[in-house]
């Protein structure tokens, strides 16, 4: 029987860093209210497009596994910021790894982007039509932020992960798995007008930011991420103690916190990092993975729950068993491009199309 094991991660996070300091500069808010009610401390804003810190956690992806672009067979970029709709923004990635062997798509989950996509390529692996493949879960969320809006501006932030995928006759990698979407509700956490819901070339800037109704969002993030990650460990034939680590969706700490309780962990077992990236979407779980590694929170054999809640409304969980590599098989000198704008100077454009957050104004 063949599985899909992930033998290669990388993250490229864009160095320029928006505090909850910086935000109260700009709208009502302060840190004490962010920390609490979210945990996020600070987000970062790229200077580059959504290709570039693709491309970038590709390669040390790529070097952790120590496979050469041409040996891939597909990449995917799970993304809802892609940087053009024609082409998919895979195909930019697939251009600049020259990856010649590979095909491309983008897949939209919104924040369950990432989770969709590895049970996806994991069958297409398990099934035979692929061997290896690329997954990269990137996002340019800042570029959909009105930083007018206080309820929101704080909570996203931009970068990218990815991961290897190769077949296995162990059985590693996903396990078991639960998608699941509620359609009906989509409209509580939306960006309006992003595509051909607006009229061409007249972008109405109250409808084209991300719009939320937090509460509803909250409770019902809570209630399926909950629901679903049990059930993943139900359907690996894993007891709850048996889960070494869960790797959730960093969209609200609180939400996190629910999560790990509901499953009976102690805050040993969960991945937390929300408070250096705030929610970075499709982004965040390869984000994480990359980083539970370098913290050696993953150890050989592992088992893993990931678990995301999202737009859509979506949400997504997945029983993963670790193979027995947790360290890279070499590194990557691919690095992002220096900055040379001020935070400040980097959401200029924003201002100038939702409107001049109400602190900035004199
Ligand atoms: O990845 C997609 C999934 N997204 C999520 O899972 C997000 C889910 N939602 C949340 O994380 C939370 O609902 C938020 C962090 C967005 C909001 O936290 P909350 O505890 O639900 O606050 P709230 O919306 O109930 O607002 C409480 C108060 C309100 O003031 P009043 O009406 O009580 O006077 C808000 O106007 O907090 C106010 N408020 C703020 N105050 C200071 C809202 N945003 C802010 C802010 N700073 N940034």
């Not at 910086?22 to 840190?31: A, C």
């Not at 040996?71 to 930019?92: G, K, R, W």
């Not at 309780?261 to 990236?277: E, W």
Request: proline content about 6%; charged content about 20%.
């Amino acid at each position: 029987m063949r599985f899909a094991e992930i033998v290669g991660w990388g993250k490229a996070l864009p160095p320029t860093v928006l505090t909850n300091d910086d935000l109260s500069k700009m709208v009502d808010t302060s840190d004490e209210w962010i920390t609490t009610r979210t945990g996020i401390k600070e987000r970062r804003i790229s200077h580059v497009g959504a290709t570039e810190m693709a491309v970038v956690a590709a390669r040390r992806a790529l070097a952790a596994a120590d496979m050469d672009p041409a040996e891939l067979d597909l990449v995917v970029n799970a993304t809802c910021t892609p940087e053009t709709l024609i082409p998919a923004s895979a195909s930019h990635v697939q251009a600049r790894l020259a990856a010649r062997n590979a095909g491309a798509m983008d897949l939209n989950a919104n924040c369950s982007g990432f989770v969709y996509g590895l049970v996806t390529v994991s069958d297409m692996i398990k099934a035979g039509s692929v061997d290896n493949v690329l997954l990269v879960g990137v996002e340019k969320l800042s570029y959909l932020v009105d930083y007018t809006d206080r309820s929101t501006c704080v909570l996203f932030g931009d970068g990218a992960g990815a991961v290897v995928l190769t077949p296995s006759d162990r059985p590693v990698g996903v396990l078991s798995s639960e998608l699941g979407v509620d359609g009906e509700a989509a409209d509580i956490l939306c960006v309006p007008e992003f595509g051909t819901a607006g009229r061409p070339g007249r972008p109405d800037p109250r409808r084209s930011g991300i719009y939320m109704e937090g509460q509803e969002v909250f409770r019902r993030a809570v209630t399926k991420m909950g629901e679903a990650s049990v059930a993943v460990v139900e359907k690996a034939g894993w007891e709850l103690t048996d889960v070494d680590l869960l790797i959730p969706h960093q969209a609200n700490l609180r939400i996190i916190d629910a999560t790990a309780r509901r499953m009976g962990l102690p805050a040993s077992k969960v991945f937390v990092n929300i408070h250096a990236y705030g929610n970075t979407s499709a982004a965040t779980i390869p984000v994480a993975i990359t980083e539970a590694l370098e913290q050696e929170m993953i150890r050989p054999g592992a088992n893993l729950v990931l678990a995301a809640f999202g737009g859509g409304l979506t949400w997504a969980a997945a029983a993963v068993k670790w193979g027995e590599r947790t360290t890279p098989l070499s590194v990557s000198d691919a690095e992002l491009p220096p900055v040379t704008q001020t935070v400040w100077e980097l959401l200029q454009p924003n201002f100038e199309f939702y409107g001049l957050p109400e602190k900035l104004r004199d």
